[in-house]
């Protein structure tokens, strides 16, 4: 252990695998340590059996739910955006070909008190059940704005300037009703609360764009796409990568400590006695405590069924998305359900996330809207954490600390603090120009 590595990284949870990835392909000497005896950390992916133990304490679940092997229940669930930044990140580093992937059924979003497939396009705006006729007119000529517009060709922008106007003009350009604008907002931008309808509307429509082109891209019910076996073997794939590249990898070292110079600089690990000296350390959260804040807590469910979610036209894998106003709440909850044919659970059973941010301490309650759409469940676990940031100055103390995983079911924004932490370390962009055919799923 005792070299000098160009970068540290300290756990092997999906941003640190990610970012250790990325940087022992552009040629950097990684050394890749957890303290844990598996991959994953908090983005591990669980068997039947390790789910019972970490919720009920023992190691004995009812027979009826089946082998314990054939579970690998991901407990950060993300679905990835077929065309997204984070399927990018995969094909640039060539980690596709360890990983098969599956298309994802179904896109929902929740609206007075129903489930409805989301809308991405103007022929599905037409069809959908979601809006009166005189709006899904007006929802057809936004979608057919949204679709037309190029960056380069001023006539489709139709005299509007993207980067000035704010989403909020936009939208009152075509006349939208104030629930269609929750949809397309929450369930097909994908943001996590309003604030976007005062920012410059062009991140706006190119989220919109992103969807709709990754929906085009199976021809399935989403823009989605998972990994067979769920999660879990994304951090072993990484793995796998960085040893190509000449990185070492190191489970089951306990008590990791980053040690610092006079000057407050990171200057390596020491380990059981030994230290590895390294230029930067990247991490998690919870290996350097002191240099992070607690900026919210993520409430979710886990629940093993025996049925899909109703009113989901029986997608064995699905998204719901519940928009914050939708419930009287200050941020949108998330369903997250896959199921044995994406192979994360025996044959026949399902696995349903619900999350979000908590704003109150009682997950039972505060998770019941959601709870009540899955319908009869066979087991259900509750579980509420802690969400932190990082608060140090990376400049001065050469430290690259990853933020927790927010509530959201879907990759983007997880992959969006991959690339800045990414941008911080070395200080360029990643090409992530790559075709986007390497990761077309299994049919």
């Known amino acids: 252990m005792d070299e000098e590595y160009d970068v540290i990284v300290l756990g092997t949870g999906l941003k640190e695998c990610i970012l250790s990835g990325l940087l022992s392909v552009d040629g950097l000497k990684v050394l890749h340590m957890d303290r844990n005896d598996y991959y994953g950390g908090e983005s591990s992916s669980l068997s039947l059996k390790q789910l019972w133990k970490r919720f009920k304490g023992d190691e004995n679940p009812p027979e009826n739910l089946g082998v314990s092997k054939e579970y690998n229940v991901d407990?950060?669930?993300?679905?990835?955006?077929?065309?997204?930044?984070?399927?990018?990140?995969?094909?640039?580093?060539?980690?596709?070909?360890?990983l098969n992937f599956k298309a994802v059924d179904g896109s929902f979003v929740y609206n007075k008190g129903k489930i409805y497939k989301v809308p991405a396009n103007d022929v599905e705006a037409l069809k959908s059940t979601l809006m009166g006729l005189f709006e899904k007119r007006r929802a057809r000529k936004f979608f057919i704005y949204v679709q037309d517009y190029e960056d380069n060709d001023p006539k489709s922008h139709e005299g509007l300037d993207l980067n000035k106007i704010t989403a909020r003009d936009l939208i009152s350009k075509y006349g939208l009703e104030d629930d269609t604008v929750d949809f397309i907002g929450h369930a097909l931008a994908l943001y996590f609360d309003d604030s976007y309808l005062d920012q410059p509307a062009m991140d706006f429509v190119k989220r919109i764009k992103l969807y709709a082109e990754s929906l085009a891209r199976f021809q399935g019910g989403s823009p989605y796409i998972?990994?067979?076996?769920?999660?879990?073997?994304?951090?072993?794939?990484?793995?796998?990568?960085?040893?190509?590249?000449?990185?070492?990898?190191?489970?089951?070292?306990?008590?990791?400590?980053?040690?610092?110079?006079?000057?407050?600089?990171?200057?390596?690990?020491?380990?059981?006695?030994?230290?590895?000296?390294?230029?930067?350390?990247?991490?998690?959260?919870?290996?350097?405590?002191?240099?992070?804040?607690?900026?919210?807590?993520?409430?979710?469910?886990?629940?093993?069924?025996?049925?899909?979610?109703?009113?989901?036209?029986?997608?064995?894998?699905?998204?719901?998305?519940?928009?914050?106003?939708?419930?009287?709440?200050?941020?949108?909850?998330?369903?997250?359900?896959?199921?044995?044919?994406?192979?994360?659970?025996?044959?026949?059973?399902?696995?349903?996330?619900?999350?979000?941010?908590?704003?109150?301490?009682?997950?039972?309650?505060?998770?019941?809207?959601?709870?009540?759409?899955?319908?009869?469940?066979?087991?259900?676990?509750?579980?509420?954490?802690?969400?932190?940031?990082?608060?140090?100055?990376?400049?001065?103390?050469?430290?690259?600390?990853?933020?927790?995983?927010?509530?959201?079911?879907?990759?983007?924004?997880?992959?969006?603090?991959?690339?800045?932490?990414?941008r911080k370390i070395t200080g360029k962009e990643p090409d992530l120009s790559v075709d986007l055919s390497a990761a077309a799923p299994e049919e």
Request: proline residues 7%; negative net charge.
């Open 226 to 422: 998972y990994p067979l076996y769920g999660l879990g073997e994304l951090p072993q794939a990484f793995a796998r990568l960085s040893a190509v590249y000449g990185g070492t990898y190191m489970l089951n070292k306990p008590d990791c400590k980053v040690v610092f110079d006079d000057s407050g600089k990171a200057i390596g690990v020491t380990s059981e006695g030994e230290t590895a000296k390294c230029k930067k350390v990247v991490c998690d959260p919870s290996y350097i405590p002191d240099k992070v804040k607690k900026v919210g807590r993520v409430a979710r469910a886990i629940c093993i069924m025996s049925h899909p979610i109703p009113n989901t036209h029986d997608s064995h894998s699905v998204q719901v998305i519940l928009p914050q106003k939708q419930l009287g709440r200050k941020s949108d909850m998330y369903l997250f359900c896959c199921s044995y044919t994406h192979n994360v659970a025996p044959q026949g059973k399902y696995i349903a996330f619900v999350t979000t941010e908590a704003e109150t301490n009682q997950p039972e309650v505060e998770l019941k809207p959601g709870v009540d759409l899955l319908g009869p469940v066979d087991e259900i676990f509750f579980e509420v954490y802690d969400r932190y940031e990082p608060t140090n100055d990376h400049g001065a103390d050469s430290c690259f600390i990853s933020a927790s995983y927010d509530p959201s079911t879907h990759f983007e924004s997880t992959v969006i603090d991959v690339i800045e932490m990414y």
């Open 75 to 98: 407990m950060i669930p993300k679905f990835m955006m077929a065309n997204g930044m984070f399927v990018r990140v995969l094909i640039h580093t060539n980690v596709t070909k360890y």
